[in-house]
């Protein structure tokens, strides 16, 4: 199981990016997937996630309305399109996969076994 970020880059505040997180190895329409990132000197935090059919979706509060998650399990890949970002986007992000029975979410970093290398977003003000 292996998952590749990519996307990353630097950008100017109120510009946008979009993550992409393709899967090698594994079908991903099996996984829930959970988007991460941890800034310079900070905790890892969840930011974004995704049901393994793509009908649920959830976002941490700081990044609701500016994000947004989907899948297109057809290209093994799962995006994060962020728009409006702010220097305190500033971060690594990571993807994560998790194989799931149910069409639930999953939102903890301990639920999560698969992680990819993560992608640098940098947002200048």
């Known amino acids: 199981v292996q998952l590749q970020a990519s996307g990353g880059g630097l950008v100017q505040a109120g510009g946008s990016l979009r993550l992409s997180c393709a899967a090698s190895g594994f079908t991903l329409d099996e996984y829930a997937i959970g988007w991460f990132r941890q800034a310079p000197g900070k905790e890892r935090e969840g930011v974004s996630c995704?049901?393994?059919?793509?009908?649920?979706?959830d976002y941490a509060d700081s990044v609701k309305g500016r994000f947004t998650i989907s899948r297109d399990n057809h290209k093994n890949t799962v995006y994060l399109q962020m728009n409006s970002l702010e220097p305190e986007d500033t971060a690594v992000y990571f993807c994560?996969?998790?194989?799931?029975?149910?069409?639930?979410?999953?939102?903890?970093?301990?639920?999560?076994?698969?992680w990819g290398q993560g992608t640098q977003v940098t947002v200048s003000s």
């Open positions: 995704i049901s393994k059919g793509g009908s649920k979706t």
């Open positions: 994560a996969a998790v194989k799931v029975n149910s069409y639930g979410l999953a939102r903890q970093e301990d639920d999560f076994g698969s």
